[in-house]
């Protein structure tokens, strides 16, 4: 009977031990199961998407523009993308020859560059020219181009490619004297490269002829006349009757004016700066410094700022013969340098004394002028120029080192831009966008953006104590 009983018990034992473990195991496979979905939401991260950056713009060179370097700035709008975490990671930078994107048209780039990725100055950067330009360092003057760029983000992804932006390459050249070394340097704007050709002692005033072949020099040191054939490089002088010639002036007749400071006349030459046409004079100890003409007048006008005791005047002649003084027009406080509007129609005039420039309105039928207003400019100004599309006037203040931009249509200094040292003259590229300032104090030329009032660049070794600057 204790048998049986045993045998019961244990068997009920058995199925107890069976029944708990079950439930254990269940139990445990609840625990694993659930730890396992636990585990399953910690680790499922989500996926960003990731973007294409946005399509960059071109900003720079402007569209059209004709005054760019053979080794052109290009600057590019701001780097965006959806994924705001995304950061700017490289750009690739292309040049063609031709607005049809493909292989054998690509002349210059510069991809994966993750140091330039807004803009890039190809005269610094060292990108590969290939095909037609294989082997240069330059783009070819007077020849258009167009560029683009793309940009990556630090994801891989990339954007589409900028538009293209169409550019000429400028072929002009700025005709610079030098008062240190007596030489005539020619600044090659496509190139940046400054050559320099002995001409006399002291070389000063300057003016090209209106077809661009020959530059006219004055020299204070040897009291001569200079003609400098730029295609063949020839010089011909010429001393009589000169004293000191600070100005010199091309009329659009074809004669050469040129300024006897010492003098206090003007000497009228021949194309071949040989032949004497006439004298002009205005008492000794007038200072006749700076000349112009006008454009289009139907009788040519010559303006000559003089001043001195009783004079701080502007002198007007007329450019055909018998030569006669027209009109004299007061000028402010010692007149310089002087421009007339591409329209003839407004004459501005430097005021050295008391750093002015006066505005003169020029009546056209009769080239005689009324007086207009005052502007006040930098500390020292010497000469300006008026853009070739007539908005603006530049004013080079050699004291303070700085250049005084005038609105033209409101007669009011709208801009400074600080330059070199000693900044005395400066010359517009045709199309208007850059303006070329000779530092005569600090051996270079600055180059003034015009719609943004940047300095675009620099071009270096322009010989120290430059004084004038022309534009072919």
């Known amino acids: 009977m204790k048998l049986i009983f045993k045998k019961v018990f244990l068997l009920f034992f058995l199925i107890a031990i069976m029944t708990l473990s079950g439930c254990v195991s269940k139990l445990f496979d609840f625990f694993h199961d659930d730890n396992q979905a636990a585990v399953a939401t910690t680790t499922n991260v989500v996926v960003k998407p990731n973007n294409d950056p946005g399509k960059p713009t071109i900003s720079k060179p402007y569209n059209l523009q004709t005054s760019v370097n053979g080794n052109p700035i290009i600057i590019s709008s701001a780097f965006s993308d959806q994924d705001n975490t995304d950061t700017h990671y490289r750009t690739d930078w292309e040049i063609y020859d031709n607005a049809i994107v493909a292989a054998a048209n690509r002349v210059w780039f510069k991809l994966a560059d993750n140091v330039n990725l807004t803009s890039i100055d190809s005269y610094v950067v060292n990108g590969t020219y290939e095909n037609a330009l294989a082997g240069n360092t330059f783009l070819t003057s007077g020849s258009s181009y167009w560029c683009r760029c793309r940009y990556y983000d630090n994801r891989g992804k990339f954007s589409e490619w900028s538009d293209l932006r169409q550019f000429t390459v400028t072929s002009s050249k700025l005709y610079v004297t030098s008062k240190v070394n007596g030489t005539l340097q020619e600044v090659n704007l496509a190139t940046r490269v400054v050559d320099s050709t002995p001409i006399g002692i002291s070389t000063w005033g300057i003016d090209i002829s209106t077809d661009g072949s020959v530059v006219y020099i004055g020299d204070q040191g040897d009291n001569s006349i200079y003609s400098y054939n730029i295609a063949s490089t020839a010089t011909l002088n010429n001393g009589a009757g000169i004293v000191d010639p600070v100005g010199v002036h091309y009329s659009p007749s074809g004669e050469i004016y040129i300024a006897n400071i010492n003098l206090g006349n003007v000497s009228i030459r021949g194309p071949d700066?040989?032949?004497?046409?006439?004298?002009?004079?205005?008492?000794?100890?007038?200072?006749?410094?700076?000349?112009?003409?006008?454009?289009?007048?139907?009788?040519?006008?010559?303006?000559?700022?003089?001043?001195?005791?009783?004079?701080?005047?502007?002198?007007?002649?007329?450019?055909?013969?018998?030569?006669?003084?027209?009109?004299?027009?007061?000028?402010?406080?010692?007149?310089?340098?002087?421009?007339?509007?591409?329209?003839?129609?407004?004459?501005?005039?430097?005021?050295?004394?008391?750093?002015?420039?006066?505005?003169?309105?020029?009546?056209?039928?009769?080239?005689?002028?009324?007086?207009?207003?005052?502007?006040?400019?930098?500390?020292?100004?010497?000469?300006?120029?008026?853009?070739?599309?007539?908005?603006?006037?530049?004013?080079?203040?050699?004291?303070?080192?700085?250049?005084?931009?005038?609105?033209?249509?409101?007669?009011?200094?709208?801009?400074?831009?600080?330059?070199?040292?000693?900044?005395?003259?400066?010359?517009?590229?045709?199309?208007?966008?850059?303006?070329?300032?000779?530092?005569?104090?600090?051996?270079?030329?600055?180059?003034?953006?015009?719609k943004d009032l940047s300095i675009a660049y620099t071009i270096p070794k322009v010989m120290k104590g430059s004084l004038h600057v022309i534009k072919n």
Do not use: C
Not at 358 to 375: C, L, S
Not at 392 to 419: E, L, Q, R
């Open 273 to 450: 700066a040989l032949t004497v046409s006439d004298t002009f004079s205005f008492g000794v100890g007038t200072d006749i410094s700076y000349i112009t003409s006008s454009h289009i007048m139907a009788f040519d006008y010559t303006y000559i700022s003089a001043s001195g005791p009783g004079a701080n005047s502007i002198y007007v002649l007329i450019t055909i013969p018998p030569r006669v003084l027209f009109h004299t027009i007061p000028a402010g406080d010692t007149p310089k340098g002087l421009a007339l509007t591409p329209d003839d129609e407004f004459l501005y005039v430097v005021n050295a004394g008391n750093n002015k420039v006066t505005v003169i309105d020029i009546n056209t039928a009769t080239g005689d002028g009324t007086f207009v207003k005052t502007i006040d400019v930098g500390i020292g100004p010497d000469q300006l120029s008026i853009s070739p599309d007539g908005n603006w006037v530049y004013v080079a203040n050699v004291t303070d080192g700085t250049v005084s931009v005038i609105d033209k249509n409101t007669n009011t200094v709208t801009g400074t831009v600080t330059v070199g040292i000693s900044p005395t003259s400066v010359s517009f590229s045709s199309d208007s966008v850059y303006a070329y300032v000779v530092n005569s104090g600090s051996d270079n030329v600055s180059v003034i953006d015009t």
